[in-house]
């Protein structure tokens, strides 16, 4: 069934959450950058999780819908309408056959999610729809949408039923500090550096991308001058270079690199960095692995728990919209 691209928006990609296995050639995960957000869209339509979805970056996708079809926004508020109807967000929306669907600019956050009922019908590349722009791979011929563009979703097939939210079920979820670990070359760095890192608030420069947040601030000093020998980058580590602005390595980060790392971001708390955008401040907090490993924990008992089922189904499955 095919969904045309009026508008692409600023920066539209086919996402699912990632390609895994592939680090030692070079290719990262990828894969949605707001991971929490993702799989919270694909469960408000009754999809599995991993199931690809559209990642709209600061300014949302324009769509026509050839067929009726079941949609959730997700992420990022967003002034979305279908027709003339404005389109609540977090909520399974029916979307009429000639239904056009607009999504504006983000108002809180970057990233916002389209989940389609059925997902975007891409070709998996290994193992994964993801859209690897660096690598031209993935998604829709490995590249952003463009005006023009036709995506498919499945004709209706057995799955789960629709769910909405329960009332005030992501409240605090993407506000606070940032927790982080301490980075695999903590004895690289002086204490008074992660007294200036959990003390100092940073902003997002506008160089920043999928690869890499560039944080501007206060410097930290690192107590070594020999280079560091190359090694691998993990998801959500905070790399040094000698400038001392810290650099957080992000969902298409390099696999391997040379600048010593301070700390890592905590898994509970990516989805927070995902929705980071040019000239957001942010703050870290340090945390022992324990407490990490119980913050995702938490946060995992926490996402199956915010779930109503729509029992009906389809015809259950919340607002309908109006050409």
């Given at each position: 069934m095919p969904v045309h691209v009026i508008e692409p928006g600023a920066l539209t990609t086919v996402q699912d959450l990632g390609r895994y296995g592939h680090a030692h050639l070079g290719i990262s995960p990828g894969g949605a950058a707001d991971r929490l957000s993702f799989r919270?869209?694909?469960?408000?339509?009754?999809?599995q999780e991993n199931t690809p979805a559209l990642e709209m970056t600061l300014v949302g996708a324009t769509l026509e819908f050839e067929e009726h079809a079941i949609v959730s926004i997700s992420g990022a508020e967003c002034d979305c309408t279908l027709g003339?109807?404005?389109?609540?967000?977090?909520?399974?929306?029916?979307?009429?056959p000639g239904g056009v669907l607009k999504c504006g600019g983000m108002k809180t956050g970057v990233r916002a999610y389209l989940t389609i009922r059925g997902g975007f019908d891409v070709p998996p590349?290994?193992?994964?729809?993801?859209?690897?722009?660096?690598?031209r791979f993935g998604g829709l011929e490995g590249r952003r949408l463009q005006a023009g563009d036709v995506l498919k979703f499945p004709a209706a097939r057995p799955l789960t039923p629709p769910h909405r939210l329960k009332e005030g079920a992501l409240s605090g979820w993407f506000d606070g500090t940032i927790r982080v670990c301490r980075g695999p070359q903590a004895d690289w760095f002086a204490p008074e550096a992660y007294e200036i890192l959990f003390s100092s608030t940073y902003s997002v420069s506008p160089q920043s991308d999928r690869s890499g947040l560039r944080l501007k601030g206060e410097a930290l000093p690192t107590r070594r001058q020999s280079p560091l020998l190359t090694d691998g980058n993990p998801l959500g580590g905070i790399q040094v270079p000698p400038d001392g602005q810290p650099i957080v390595l992000f969902v298409d980060q390099q696999t391997t690199g040379g600048y010593p790392k301070i700390a890592c971001v905590i898994t509970a708390d990516m989805h927070r960095v995902g929705q980071l955008g040019p000239l957001d401040r942010v703050r870290f907090a340090g945390v022992e692995i324990p407490e990490a490993l119980g913050l995702l924990r938490r946060q995992e008992q926490a996402l199956q728990d915010m779930f109503v089922s729509l029992v009906n189904g389809s015809g259950g499955a919340g607002r309908k919209g109006h050409r």
């Open positions: 919270i869209g694909n469960r408000l339509v009754g999809n003339a109807c404005a389109v609540p967000a977090n909520s399974p929306l029916e979307v009429p590349v290994m193992g994964s729809a993801s859209t690897h722009l660096g690598g």
